[in-house]
C-alpha cells in the first residue's frame, strides 16, 4: 500500500473525525473558551463536601482520608482521598484530559465512540455519525449540566472498554485483552460503579452470545482461552483500582448502600437500599417515548407552560397573570426529571434498519441488552422484574435512579446504526432487500411519530387527573387565605382546577405534537438519504456527510433547550461565597463545634461544609447509623442530639429572608465526662434510648460493645476539677487535654468509626467504644494527660502494594499490545 493511500484510507478520516468533534464541542461550549464557568450543582457540593480535605492537603501536604465536614464526620473514600498507586489514572487518565471540560466531555465521547466503531470494523467515515449520536445524546449535556462529573467520564471510558471486550473475543486475543485492561482501569477509576455495572451486564449479553456461537461451531476451546484473556484483563483492571475498591467495599457496608441494623428506613434495608427509595427515579413505560420523541413528557421539570399557551390565558382570567409561569410542564412518574434520554430520532431510525439489514451473531445480545435495560428503567412501574433483579442480581440492589440503566441504550443505538450503514458501505445488501428494510425501519418509527403527532392528544391524558388535584388544593389555598370562603362552597376551586388542568393538558399536547412532527421530519431526512444512496443518486461518502449533517441538525437544538450558553457565568458568580451569618459563626476559633443550616436542606446540601463543620451534607452514600439519626431525630431538629453533637450555631432565615447566625449555648462541647452508662440490647433501644436519657451526664452503649468502666457513678461533686478540651484538631486528627481525679468515662463528640481511627492515651494506644449510637467514648484514667485520635485507611501500604503491581501490569501490557500492533503491520506492508 502506497503513502498517498495510507492517508487517504486511514489518515484522512481520523483527522476529519478528530476535527468536527472538536469544532462541535468547542462550538457548542464556546463560552468556556472564553473564561465563563458553568454552574454544575454537583460540582458546587463537591467543593463544599471535600473543603476540608483540599485545605489540609494544600496546609500540610498530607492526605487526610476523613472529613470532618458533613454528617459530623465520614470516610472520604467516596469523596476524594489520594491513591498514587493508580497509575493507569494517573497517567493516561490524565492525557485524556488535555482539553478542559466541559467541551473535553463530549469530545472524548465521540472520539472514544469512534475508536470503538473502528475495532468493531465499522469504516471510519461511518464511524463519525454514529460517534455524533453517541456524543450529543441529550442525557450527556443533562448530566454536565447537573455536575455529574465522576459519571461523564465513566460513560466516556464505556464505549472503550466495550471495543476491547469486542477485540478479546473476536479480534486479536492479545490486543484485545490489553486494550480490555487500559480501558476497564480507566472506567473503574472514574469512580461511578452504577455505569461500569449496567454496561458489564451488557457485557456479560455479548459474552454469552459468543459462547452459544462457539459451542454451535465447536470452538469452545478457543472461546475458552479468549474468556480467560478476558476475565485477566478484568482482574487487573480491578487491581490497579484495588486501593479505592478495597477501601470503598469495606466502607460500604456501613453505609445506607449497605442497609440499616434498624428495621428498614425511607432509604435503606437490612442488605441494600430500600426498594421505594431506589426505585423513586423510574421511568414510566409511555415515558420511554422519549428516547424518540423528547418532549413527549412536556420536557423537564421546572419547564413551565408558555406565556402564550391556554394555560397562561386561562389563569390570566382569574386574575393569576403569570402564575403558568410557576406551574411544571413536565407529567411523567418521576419525581423530577432534567429532562428526556432523548437518543435522536433520526438515530433510532438508522438502529430500526440496522436491527433489519445487521447479522444475527452482531445484533440480537444487543437487541437482549437494550430490552433488559429498558425494562429494568421501568423500575416500580414494572415492579416484579424489578424485584427479581433486585433479590437475584448480584450488587444491583445497592443502586438508586433505575433510569439510568438507558445509557446502555444510548450507547447501543448509535452502535445498531452504524452496523446498518457499515452494510451499505460495503454493498452488501441487495437493492430490493434494502429499500425493503427502509420501508419497514422508517414505517415504524416515523409511523409512531407520525400516530402521536395525529392522535397522540386522544391517546393520553397528559397528567390531567393529577393537575385537577393539584389546582383544586392550590386554589382552595388561595381562596381560604383571602377569606374567600364561599367560592369554596359554590365548588369554585374545583371547576377553576378542572379548567386549568384542561389547559395544561392541552400545552403538554401541543407540545407532544410539535416534537413528533420535528422527530418525524428528522427520520424522513435520514430515510430519504438512504433511499437516494440505495437509488444510486448519491454515493457513500455524500450518505454519511449526509446522516452526520442530519445528527447534528436533530440532536444540537434539543440540547440547547437544557443547556446553552446561557447558563454560563462569570467565575466570580460560580464561587461559593460566605453569607453574614457565616462570617459571623466564622469569629468563633473553636474548633469543635458544629453548624446546622436550616435555610437550606441541610442534608441534601453540602455548601454549609464549604465554611463549617456541619450537621448536614450532602452524599449518597452517608453512614447508614448517621441516616438513622436523622430519619429518628436530627430531622426533627432534637435538642438532645444536635447537643451531642455539639451544634453551638444554627443558620435560619432572618427578617429579610437573609441568612441569620443563631448561637446555641446547650451544645455539650467537643468531648464531656459522663457519671453513668446504661447498656441497650439492641441498635433499636440503642437509639431509642437516645431521646429518653440525659446525654450530657449519661452514655448510651450497646450491649455489644466492651465498655469496661461500666456503670459505676462517678463521685458527687468530680465535676468541679474534671476538664476536657478540644487542643488541636485536623480532619484525620484530634488532639485533647485533660484532668480528672479519678476514672471516668468521657464521650467525644466525633463519629465513631473504628476502621481506621485509633486512640492514644499519652501516646500509648487505648482502647474506644461506641456511645450514643453514633458517638466515641474512652474509659481515661485519672491524672492530667493528653488524648490523641489518628486516622489512617488499614492495611494501606499492602492494599496500595497490589494497586501498583496490577497498574504496571496494565501499562506494560498496553505498551506489549502497541509494539506487536506495529510490528505486525510492519510486515504485512512489507
Not at 494544600?58 to 469523596?79: H, K, N, S, V
Not at 472506567?187 to 460503579?193: D, L, R
Not at 417515548?289 to 382570567?317: H, I, K, W, Y
Request: proline residues 4%; aromatic residues 12%.
Amino acid at each position: 500500500m502506497d503513502f498517498s493511500n495510507t492517508i487517504r484510507s486511514k489518515l484522512l478520516p481520523a483527522l476529519a473525525a478528530f476535527a468536527l468533534f472538536f469544532v462541535v464541542s468547542a462550538a457548542y461550549f464556546a463560552p468556556q473558551f472564553r473564561g465563563e464557568a458553568l454552574p454544575q450543582h454537583d460540582v458546587i457540593q463537591y467543593e463544599g463536601m471535600a473543603k476540608d480535605i483540599s485545605d489540609m492537603r494544600a496546609a500540610t501536604g498530607e492526605d487526610p482520608q476523613w472529613t470532618g465536614g458533613m454528617f459530623g464526620g465520614m470516610p472520604a473514600y467516596l469523596i476524594n482521598v489520594a491513591y498514587p498507586a493508580q497509575l493507569v489514572k494517573r497517567t493516561v487518565g490524565q492525557v485524556v484530559k488535555i482539553i478542559d471540560t466541559p467541551a473535553g466531555f463530549l469530545f472524548f465521547a465521540m472520539v472514544s465512540m469512534w475508536l470503538m466503531l473502528l475495532i468493531v470494523g465499522i469504516n471510519p467515515w461511518v464511524g463519525i455519525v454514529a460517534a455524533l449520536a453517541y456524543g450529543l445524546s441529550t442525557y450527556f449535556l443533562l448530566i454536565i449540566g447537573a455536575g455529574h462529573v465522576t459519571k461523564m467520564w465513566a460513560l466516556v471510558y464505556a464505549p472503550l472498554m466495550m471495543g476491547g471486550a469486542w477485540m478479546t473475543l473476536r479480534g486479536n486475543v492479545w490486543c484485545g485483552a490489553a486494550l480490555t485492561g487500559l480501558a476497564a482501569s480507566l472506567e473503574i477509576g472514574a469512580n461511578h460503579p452504577q455505569i461500569t455495572y449496567y454496561f458489564l451486564v451488557a457485557m456479560a449479553a455479548f459474552w454469552i452470545s459468543e459462547g452459544i456461537l462457539s459451542f454451535r461451531e465447536g470452538r469452545l476451546r478457543d472461546f475458552s482461552l479468549r474468556t480467560a484473556a478476558l476475565v485477566a484483563a478484568g482482574i487487573l483492571a480491578v487491581g490497579s483500582n484495588f486501593s479505592p475498591l478495597w477501601y470503598t467495599a469495606r466502607h460500604s457496608k456501613e453505609t445506607i448502600r449497605g442497609g440499616s441494623e434498624l428495621a428498614a428506613t425511607a432509604e435503606t434495608s437490612k442488605n441494600g437500599l430500600a426498594l421505594d427509595y431506589a426505585t423513586a427515579w423510574s421511568y414510566g413505560k409511555a415515558e420511554t417515548l422519549n428516547l424518540l420523541v423528547p418532549d413527549f413528557m412536556g420536557r423537564e421539570s421546572g419547564t413551565t407552560f408558555p406565556a402564550d399557551g391556554q394555560t397562561a390565558a386561562v389563569l390570566n382570567d382569574y386574575g393569576l397573570r403569570g402564575a403558568a409561569q410557576q406551574l411544571s410542564a413536565y407529567w411523567g412518574t418521576q419525581p423530577y426529571t432534567g429532562g428526556p434520554t432523548y437518543l435522536g430520532a433520526a438515530a433510532v431510525f438508522l438502529a430500526a434498519l440496522g436491527i433489519a439489514l445487521a447479522r444475527g451473531r452482531n445484533k440480537w445480545w444487543i437487541i437482549a441488552a437494550c430490552v433488559v435495560m429498558i425494562l429494568l428503567a421501568w423500575g416500580r412501574n414494572l415492579m416484579g422484574f424489578t424485584e427479581f433483579a433486585f433479590k437475584y442480581l448480584p450488587g444491583y440492589n445497592k443502586f438508586r435512579t433505575v433510569s439510568m440503566t438507558l445509557v446502555v441504550v444510548q450507547w447501543a443505538v448509535p452502535l445498531l446504526g452504524a452496523l446498518a450503514l457499515m452494510r451499505l458501505w460495503k454493498g452488501e445488501i441487495p437493492r430490493e432487500r434494502l429499500l425493503r428494510a427502509l420501508a419497514w425501519a422508517a414505517g415504524i418509527t416515523g409511523g409512531a411519530c407520525l400516530l402521536l403527532a395525529v392522535a397522540g392528544g386522544s391517546l393520553f391524558d397528559f397528567g390531567r387527573a393529577e393537575s385537577a388535584d393539584y389546582m383544586t388544593d392550590t386554589f382552595r389555598h388561595i381562596f381560604e387565605s383571602n377569606n374567600m370562603r364561599s367560592y369554596i362552597d359554590r365548588g369554585m376551586d374545583i371547576e377553576w382546577a378542572e379548567a386549568t388542568a384542561d389547559a395544561m393538558a392541552a400545552d403538554r399536547a401541543a407540545m407532544m405534537r410539535a416534537d413528533a412532527w420535528r422527530s418525524l421530519v428528522m427520520i424522513l431526512l435520514a430515510a430519504g438519504g438512504v433511499a437516494l444512496f440505495a437509488l444510486r443518486r448519491i454515493n457513500r461518502y455524500v450518505l454519511t456527510g449526509l446522516l452526520a449533517g442530519v445528527m447534528l441538525l436533530d440532536l444540537v437544538p434539543v440540547d440547547l433547550r437544557f443547556l446553552s450558553s446561557e447558563n454560563f457565568v462569570s467565575p466570580r458568580r460560580n464561587q461559593v461565597t460566605a453569607s453574614a451569618a457565616d462570617k459571623a459563626i466564622m469569629q468563633d476559633k473553636d474548633p469543635g463545634y458544629r453548624v446546622l443550616n436550616l435555610t437550606v436542606s441541610p442534608f441534601n446540601d453540602a455548601t454549609t461544609s464549604y465554611f463549617h463543620r456541619s450537621v448536614g451534607g450532602y452524599h449518597g452514600a452517608k453512614l447508614a447509623r448517621y441516616q438513622d439519626l436523622i430519619d429518628r431525630y436530627l430531622s426533627n431538629a432534637d435538642d438532645g442530639v444536635l447537643d451531642m453533637l455539639n451544634t453551638r450555631y444554627l443558620i435560619v432565615p432572618g427578617k429579610e429572608g437573609q441568612p441569620e447566625a443563631q448561637c446555641r449555648t446547650t451544645a455539650f462541647g467537643a468531648a464531656w465526662f459522663v457519671d453513668s452508662v446504661i447498656y441497650a440490647p439492641s441498635a433499636q433501644a440503642e437509639i431509642d434510648l437516645l431521646g429518653k436519657t440525659d446525654l450530657r451526664t449519661t452514655a448510651v452503649v450497646s450491649g455489644q460493645n466492651p465498655a469496661k468502666s461500666a456503670s459505676r457513678p462517678m463521685p458527687l461533686g468530680i465535676y468541679a476539677s474534671a476538664r476536657i478540651e478540644l487542643t488541636e484538631y485536623r480532619p484525620n486528627y484530634l488532639k485533647y487535654e485533660y484532668t480528672l481525679p479519678e476514672e471516668a468515662v468521657a464521650v467525644f463528640s466525633e463519629i465513631f468509626y473504628d476502621q481506621g481511627w485509633k486512640a492514644y492515651v499519652d501516646g500509648e494506644e487505648s482502647p474506644y467504644f461506641r456511645a450514643d449510637y453514633v458517638l466515641r467514648a474512652m474509659t481515661l484514667p485519672a491524672g492530667t494527660h493528653t488524648v490523641e485520635w489518628r486516622f489512617r485507611a488499614p492495611g494501606w501500604t499492602a492494599v496500595e502494594g497490589v494497586t501498583l503491581a496490577a497498574s504496571l501490569a496494565i501499562l506494560l501490557g498496553a505498551v506489549a499490545a502497541l509494539a506487536y500492533c506495529f510490528r505486525k503491520r510492519t510486515e504485512k506492508e512489507k
